[in-house]
């Protein structure tokens, strides 16, 4: 999670690792207990659950247009041209995914804060128009529902929770402000109080109830009115950085009463983010499945007894999300952790992290997928030579077997869709046709 060079450094941040344990921001160092020291526990007996197809995602990334739509189609002036253009491209990409064997398409619908679908609540999206607010001429969700369902691909509606930009330059404070006339109007100008700078980004303030409350009704919209599968939230939850942190120390003054620090009170509103969106999901419709996919370590054994043997950077302690105990509590129907790195990377092997993880929900009734890094593949790298071994073919074979070889793994996601179609990833996907086609 890179043709965009800000999103590429995003990503490097979420999913690096390095040679020590992070430093958060906030949360302190924890002394490492006797148990840390001890050897991994074995994996419990799985539950008992239902037979299911094994998930066979790709993410799809609208946000900076990574995936879809094509740029060319921004560029051009007629609406309808336009339009068609967007729904050919789109009916090309799931044409692929059906040969390919995929069966699960997480199709990004909010990538920040406007939105892939007629929405009550966020104005459409620029990434469909160029302009925050104009209307595309079609239901892009509504389109990609009808056309993966066609072809017996599920579609998961995936939400960036708190981004509102990928930026803050002044031609985005101009756009955004442009939406005041409109209805909707963008929640930067409806809720100006509510906005925080954080990683070099507009985001919404996580500890602020009403936020949390608008953002369950943006999903709950979504549910209502469509067909989906699924809704699941990606990784940016406290997303900030060392040279742009999220200042919410005023509302850590009002809100944060009774908490020991301001990091326990940060994972204690993730966790009601978490707690109230499951809920409303499944009081509106109890078979559509609610899932969050977050960076792959929890946290590091140096750091917790319970966290995986690894060195890098933690979920718990950098973005302020405790997954592991939103899998304990009942909270998910799946969690899809991004295992980024391969057999070979010591600071966060695949493979540890894999069964780590299928340790965690091995006695509940979370779903496991796992997010790997087609990203990745074809790509030379002095930390990670053997993704470029062979075509990469070597190391995505090591880490589908492994997932096929442990019960509690339902499932496997691509990040992401656009490396499907890239020249250095051609011999990989050779080899998932082969695999995955029927």
Same mark, same amino acid.
């Given at each position: 999670?890179?043709?965009?060079?800000?999103?590429? @450094?995003?990503?490097?941040?979420?999913?690096?690792?390095?040679?020590?344990?992070?430093?958060?921001? #906030?949360?302190?160092?924890?002394?490492?207990?006797?148990?840390?020291?001890?050897?991994?526990?074995?994996?419990?007996?799985?539950?008992?659950?239902?037979?299911?197809?094994? *998930?066979?995602? *790709?993410?799809? @990334?609208?946000?900076?247009?990574?995936?879809? &739509?094509?740029?060319?189609?921004?560029?051009?002036?007629?609406?309808?041209?336009?339009?068609?253009?967007?729904?050919?491209?789109?009916?090309?990409?799931?044409? !692929?995914?059906?040969?390919?064997?995929?069966?699960?398409?997480?199709?990004?619908?909010?990538?920040?804060?406007?939105?892939?679908?007629?929405?009550?609540?966020?104005? $459409?999206?620029?990434?469909?128009?160029?302009? #925050?607010?104009?209307?595309?001429?079609?239901?892009?969700?509504?389109?990609?529902?009808?056309?993966?369902?066609?072809?017996?691909?599920?579609?998961?509606?995936?939400?960036?929770?708190?981004?509102?930009? *990928? %930026?803050?330059?002044?031609?985005?404070?101009?756009?955004?402000?442009?939406?005041?006339?409109?209805?909707?109007?963008?929640?930067?100008?409806?809720?100006?109080?509510?906005?925080?700078?954080?990683?070099?980004?507009?985001?919404?303030?996580?500890?602020?109830?009403?936020?949390?409350?608008?953002?369950? $009704? #943006?999903?709950?919209?979504?549910?209502?009115?469509?067909?989906?599968?699924?809704?699941?939230?990606?990784?940016?939850?406290?997303?900030?950085? $060392?040279?742009?942190?999220?200042?919410?120390?005023?509302?850590?003054?009002?809100?944060?009463?009774?908490?020991?620090? !301001?990091?326990?009170?940060?994972?204690?509103?993730?966790?009601?983010?978490?707690?109230?969106?499951?809920?409303?999901?499944?009081?509106?419709?109890?078979?559509?499945?609610?899932?969050?996919? &977050?960076?792959?370590?929890?946290?590091?054994?140096?750091?917790?007894?319970?966290?995986?043997?690894?060195?890098?950077?933690?979920?718990?302690?950098?973005?302020?999300?405790?997954?592991?105990?939103?899998?304990?509590?009942?909270?998910?129907?799946?969690?899809?952790?991004?295992?980024?790195?391969?057999?070979?990377?010591?600071?966060?092997?695949?493979?540890?992290? /894999?069964?780590?993880? /299928?340790?965690?929900? /091995?006695?509940?009734?979370?779903?496991?997928?796992?997010?790997?890094?087609?990203?990745?593949?074809?790509?030379?790298?002095?930390?990670?030579?053997?993704?470029?071994?062979?075509?990469?073919? &070597?190391?995505?074979?090591?880490?589908?077997?492994? %997932?096929?070889?442990?019960?509690?793994?339902?499932?496997? #996601?691509?990040?992401?869709?656009?490396?499907? %179609?890239?020249?250095?990833?051609?011999?990989?996907?050779?080899?998932?046709?082969?695999?995955?086609?029927?």
């Amino acid at each position: 999670m890179k043709r965009n060079g800000l999103l590429a @450094a995003a990503a490097f941040l979420l999913t690096s690792c390095t040679s020590e344990p992070p430093h958060s921001l #906030i949360t302190p160092f924890s002394a490492v207990t006797a148990e840390a020291n001890s050897k991994p526990k074995a994996l419990p007996e799985p539950l008992v659950r239902e037979k299911q197809p094994q *998930v066979r995602g *790709v993410w799809l @990334a609208t946000v900076s247009r990574l995936d879809w &739509p094509p740029v060319s189609s921004i560029n051009t002036s007629n609406p309808v041209l336009r339009a068609t253009q967007q729904k050919l491209a789109l009916r090309e990409k799931l044409d !692929k995914l059906q040969r390919l064997g995929i069966n699960t398409l997480f199709f990004q619908v909010k990538p920040d804060g406007t939105a892939l679908w007629q929405s009550n609540i966020l104005p $459409s999206s620029d990434m469909l128009t160029g302009r #925050i607010g104009e209307y595309p001429g079609y239901d892009p969700l509504q389109f990609v529902l009808n056309e993966a369902h066609k072809r017996g691909i599920k579609v998961h509606a995936w939400f960036n929770p708190y981004r509102v930009s *990928v %930026n803050t330059n002044a031609a985005t404070v101009a756009a955004l402000d442009r939406t005041r006339s409109q209805h909707p109007a963008s929640v930067f100008v409806l809720h100006r109080d509510w906005i925080r700078v954080a990683s070099n980004r507009f985001v919404l303030d996580p500890g602020i109830p009403q936020v949390r409350d608008w953002i369950t $009704s #943006i999903v709950a919209e979504v549910v209502k009115h469509y067909p989906i599968d699924g809704v699941q939230f990606d990784d940016y939850f406290y997303s900030e950085s $060392s040279d742009s942190a999220l200042n919410d120390s005023q509302t850590y003054k009002a809100f944060g009463q009774g908490f020991n620090s !301001k990091a326990d009170w940060r994972r204690h509103n993730t966790e009601l983010l978490i707690e109230q969106v499951s809920r409303t999901i499944h009081q509106l419709k109890p078979h559509v499945e609610f899932g969050v996919s &977050p960076v792959g370590v929890w946290r590091n054994l140096s750091h917790d007894a319970a966290g995986s043997d690894t060195r890098g950077a933690a979920a718990y302690d950098e973005s302020y999300a405790d997954t592991r105990r939103w899998v304990q509590q009942g909270l998910l129907d799946y969690i899809a952790p991004q295992l980024y790195w391969p057999f070979s990377r010591s600071a966060a092997r695949y493979d540890v992290l /894999a069964k780590w993880w /299928a340790n965690v929900v /091995a006695t509940t009734n979370t779903q496991l997928y796992i997010g790997i890094a087609l990203y990745k593949v074809g790509e030379p790298s002095s930390k990670e030579p053997d993704w470029a071994l062979e075509g990469g073919v &070597p190391e995505l074979k090591k880490q589908l077997d492994l %997932n096929e070889s442990l019960p509690q793994i339902q499932g496997t #996601i691509l990040f992401r869709e656009d490396f499907l %179609n890239q020249p250095q990833t051609r011999e990989a996907v050779d080899y998932l046709y082969s695999r995955w086609s029927d």
